[in-house]
T-cell receptor
Framework: DTGVSQNPRHKITKRGQNVTFRCDPI?????LYWYRQTLGQGPEFLTY????????KSRLLSDRFSAERPKGSFSTLEIQRTEQGDSAMYLC????????????FGSGTQLSVL | QQPVQSPQAVILREGEDAVINCSSS?????VHWYRQKHGEAPVFLMI?????EQKGHDKISASFNEKKQQSSLYLTASQLSYSGTYFC??????????????FGRGTQLTVWP
């Protein structure tokens, strides 16, 4: 068990550019979550997958955001035409998908949009 | 649907006790507690289910009052390692939201020697 891995750890981009983040969950976990966290706030839900199926997207997630989880393994989160308001820590978490189960979080990708 | 945590910040001396509260306006299926240190991932502490149970982990325990939709985290004889930001995550347990957590804004705990 190597834990949840996220890459890159840090990303600095210019406004208007596209960025993509990757998350590798714990191998046997079939549920994968994306959260966003800004300074002084708790993690804010963005979307989640059960295997390769995207079950829910937050209303906070604009059309510029898209997430995929091909083959139910790793996941990517893409932000198109980044804005300064997108600057945040993007956290990925995974679980077995059973009721009352804890989430295992990755260390996150810190995005700074200049 | 975001739970409300209080207080926002706590400063303690080593060995002192603290209580962190989490309340929701929605009926809860479970409450999760996580601790996050600066620059690190949130780490799971415990889950509390409906039924008002109380759980303990070393000198950290928690209770869940489902009638009031409230949970409290108790830190006894705090240690330096307890410093960090504590988040409660609530699970509404309805249909597709089962397993999806809503997190509070966090309580920043600082323990001084």
């Amino acid at each position: 068990d190597t834990g949840v891995s996220q890459n890159p750890r840090h990303k600095i981009t210019k406004r208007g550019q596209n960025v993509t983040f990757r998350c590798d969950p714990i191998s046997e976990h079939n549920r994968l979550y994306w959260y966003r966290q800004t300074l002084g706030q708790g993690p804010e839900f963005l979307t989640y997958f059960q295997n390769e199926a995207q079950l829910e997207k937050s209303r906070l997630l604009s059309d510029r955001f898209s997430a995929e989880r091909p083959k139910g393994s790793f996941s990517t989160l893409e932000i198109q035409r980044t804005e300064q308001g997108d600057s945040a820590m993007y956290l990925c978490a995974s679980s077995m998908g059973r009721v009352n189960e804890k989430l295992f979080f990755g260390s996150g990708t810190q995005l700074s949009v200049l | 649907q975001q739970p409300v945590q209080s207080p926002q910040a706590v400063i303690l001396r080593e060995g002192e006790d603290a209580v962190i509260n989490c309340s929701s306006s929605k009926a809860l299926y479970s409450v999760h507690w996580y601790r996050q240190k600066h620059g690190e991932a949130p780490v799971f502490l415990m889950i509390l289910l409906k039924g008002g149970e109380q759980k303990g982990h070393d000198k950290i325990s928690a209770s869940f009052n489902e009638k009031k939709q409230q949970s409290s985290l108790y830190l006894t004889a705090s240690q330096l390692s307890y410093s960090g930001t504590y988040f409660c995550g609530t699970e509404l347990g309805r249909g597709s939201t089962l397993g999806r957590l809503y997190f509070g804004r966090g309580t920043q705990l600082t323990v001084w020697p």
